[in-house]
């Protein structure tokens, strides 16, 4: 279920396509963390209706969708390992960071 009125999420955001990012936990505790490339000539991006759908495929039992658009990044080991939208890293107030123990 998509919270869009709740969440007071504009129209153009939550029903047209764009990167995205999401983190979801399987029931097992796996945690799923997804970027969508968008806005380039490989991938028109996906709606929030569409991610939700996609995180359900994956067996995300919960998820949360992050700020997408330009700020979809993904990052191993300190590269860049997806196509960012806005052709490189853009300056964020808060991401999300997954370290080894």
């Given at each position: 279920?998509?919270?869009?009125?709740?969440?007071?999420?504009?129209?153009?955001?939550?029903k047209?396509?764009?990167?995205?990012?999401?983190?979801?936990?399987?029931?097992?505790?796996?945690?799923?963390?997804?970027?969508?490339?968008?806005?380039?000539?490989?991938?028109?991006?996906?709606?929030?209706?569409?991610?939700?759908?996609?995180?359900?495929?994956?067996?995300?039992?919960?998820?949360?969708?992050?700020?997408?658009?330009?700020?979809?990044?993904?990052?191993?080991?300190?590269?860049?390992?997806?196509?960012?939208?806005?052709?490189?890293?853009?300056?964020?107030s808060?991401?999300?960071?997954?370290?080894?123990?």
């Open positions: 279920h998509v919270r869009v009125a709740e969440e007071k999420i504009a129209a153009d955001i939550a047209g396509r764009a990167p995205r990012t999401a983190l979801g936990i399987k029931k097992d505790g796996t945690l799923l963390l997804v970027v969508v490339d968008g806005r380039n000539n490989n991938s028109a991006g996906l709606t929030l209706a569409e991610l939700a759908t996609y995180m359900l495929r994956l067996g995300a039992r919960e998820a949360v969708n992050f700020d997408g658009g330009g700020s979809s990044v993904i990052a191993i080991n300190g590269l860049v390992v997806n196509k960012p939208s806005d052709g490189m890293e853009r300056p964020v808060i991401g999300l960071g997954l370290f080894p123990k």
